[in-house]
């Protein structure tokens, strides 16, 4: 079933390009057409990526959840499936712009990932960790609406008060710092460094000479190409007429807070079969693990900005710009700990 379900979640990948395409052009050029078709390419590839991830389930055994490949395909999934339902309830095409790629860079680095499937991992042998890491992928992709949401916000806002400029550093400044992360870890993922056990008993990376050169190229090579397309992204959202394309600013609003809300709901949820799970493996609630502790610094983050909207009554542009913030602390939370703080939780 192997070879099935990997040419299933290539076409997934492909799908998905095509869709984000459609959508770009639908939204530039103000073609409800393309973007019908483009919601219905998505539903069809979602549906294939359903398919793929029920093979790749029966074939292991266990859910799609067991490594880094798994967990990778899993969240593109669960960005998809979070998009798919807001925009019928809300409809906000625009949100696409920055979920389906999203979707699309993490079903396609899962397929880079790929090795052929391997064994359970011990440390996910307790149903209470298969479900605390399904359920913290899915508040990740809450998150990641919440992000969408929130960043357009400010783009509306800019918008509606002709501070153009402002909308186009902040697109340049966005895409910089996600693909100045997105090529760090690359480069980390092709340098390979040797990961060992020091004399305390802690795992840590061996950088060599190379691997560090490898990994300093990777985040240029990011950079660059994310400020090349940022710069036509800029152009294009920094355009008065763009305001028409986007939701009013209080739809926005209160979607990036429910996003939030349900986020930290599913994170909670995560974090406590976590514990549970760990003190079944280890005889431990709690290890200060990296991957542990920077998913409650994410959860705080979170909590600190529902109560800051609740009881200090934060609003708007504020809460958005904590919503965008987050994103960033949730994004080191799932794979930058892997390059810089190697721990137990190194498989996903």
Do not use: C
């Not at 069809?44 to 959840?65: D, N, Q, R, Y």
């Not at 918008?159 to 693909?179: D, E, H, I």
């Amino acid at each position: 079933m192997q070879e099935i379900e990997q040419t299933l979640f290539g076409l997934v990948t492909f799908v998905y390009l095509v869709v984000v395409v459609l959508y770009v052009l639908g939204l530039a050029y103000r073609r409800a057409d393309l973007e019908r078709f483009g919601f219905l390419t998505l539903t069809a590839g979602f549906a294939l990526h359903t398919v793929a991830l029920i093979i790749l389930w029966i074939s292991t055994g266990w859910p799609p959840l067991a490594d880094l490949h798994q967990s990778m395909v899993f969240l593109s999934w669960s960005i998809v499936l979070i998009y798919l339902i807001v925009d019928r309830v809300y409809r906000i095409p625009a949100s696409a712009l920055i979920m389906i790629p999203v979707a699309f860079f993490t079903v396609g680095m899962g397929q880079v990932l790929y090795e052929g499937d391997r064994a359970l991992p011990e440390e996910l042998d307790s149903g209470w960790l298969v479900v605390h890491v399904g359920v913290s992928l899915l508040a990740y992709a809450a998150f990641a609406l919440a992000f969408a949401t929130a960043f357009f916000y400010v783009v509306q806002e800019d918008l509606l008060k002709r501070r153009y400029r402002q909308v186009r550093q902040l697109v340049l400044t966005l895409a910089g710092a996600l693909g100045l992360g997105t090529g760090l870890y690359v480069g980390y993922l092709i340098a390979d460094p040797t990961l060992f056990e020091d004399a305390a008993g802690n795992r840590v990376y061996a950088y060599s000479g190379a691997d560090v050169t490898v990994i300093l190229v990777g985040a240029a090579i990011g950079l660059a190409a994310a400020l090349a397309v940022g710069w036509i992204a800029a152009r294009g959202a920094s355009r008065p007429s763009f305001a028409n394309r986007l939701p009013a600013l209080n739809l926005l609003d209160n979607l990036s807070s429910k996003s939030v809300v349900a986020g930290l709901a599913l994170l909670a949820v995560g974090i406590l079969t976590g514990a549970i799970g760990a003190h079944q493996q280890w005889g431990a609630f709690w290890r200060w693990e990296p991957k542990e502790t920077w998913a409650l610094a994410a959860w705080l983050f979170y909590a600190g900005y529902v109560a800051l909207r609740e009881f200090a009554n934060w609003r708007g542009r504020n809460t958005a710009v904590l919503a965008i913030a987050g994103l960033f602390i949730v994004f080191f939370a799932f794979l930058g700990v892997n390059l810089f703080l190697p721990g137990r939780h190194d498989f996903n």
